[in-house]
């Protein structure tokens, strides 16, 4: 196979609530083509997630086991749960030409750039820290201690945005959608 042929590695993240699943969710639709990589979480599902389309929900004793088995590309601990991209599916994709998208967080993106140096990387921004605290809260998903955790992580990895290649400010979805398209398609 040509190395012309492979496809691409694109690693997006984005603090909790700068409403990272909201812009991928729209490059899919302007690029039904692109594969979207299902990470494994040890968290619970939230309302209207479904098993293997958002994410595979695995318990703590599965996780570890395949962290032993070396069948991920990264993994890390996020405000207690476990989550991880598992190798075998992103390899698969990219062998055949597609281009892959990684939703993770910063830990398992510096992995990956360790890992993968050729991928895209990709930091979403929120328009502010109040913007994203009234996003955050305006879920009603977590409990005001998992929002005050949210919050203060959020401040710490909004700094590791200078280690991606691209940085992207999430001020309307569609716009940063297709920011994002024309940065992968460029390269």
Do not use: C
Request: hydrophobic share 35%; proline share 4%; glycine share 6%.
């Amino acid at each position: 196979m040509k190395s012309e042929e492979m496809g691409k590695l694109v690693v997006i993240s984005a603090p909790s609530g700068t409403g990272k699943g909201t812009v991928i969710g729209q490059l899919l639709k302007l690029k039904p083509e692109f594969i979207f990589s299902v990470s494994a979480t040890t968290r619970a599902p939230r309302l209207g997630e479904d098993n293997g389309v958002e994410y595979l929900f695995i318990d703590h004793d599965e996780f570890h086991k395949m962290i032993s088995n070396d069948e991920f590309l990264e993994y890390a601990e996020y405000v207690g749960n476990y989550y991880g991209t598992p190798v075998k599916p992103v390899n698969e994709n990219l062998k055949i030409g597609k281009t892959v998208i990684l939703d993770i967080e910063v830990q398992g993106a510096k992995q990956v750039m360790q890992k993968r140096t050729e991928a895209v990387t990709i930091f979403i921004v929120p328009p502010s820290l109040e913007e994203l605290e009234k996003r955050l809260r305006g879920r009603g998903t977590d409990s005001e201690a998992k929002v005050i955790a949210r919050l203060e992580r959020a401040r710490q990895e909004l700094e590791e945005q200078y280690s991606y290649k691209h940085v992207v400010i999430n001020d309307w979805y569609k716009r940063a959608a297709q920011e994002i398209l024309d940065i992968i398609t460029i390269k």
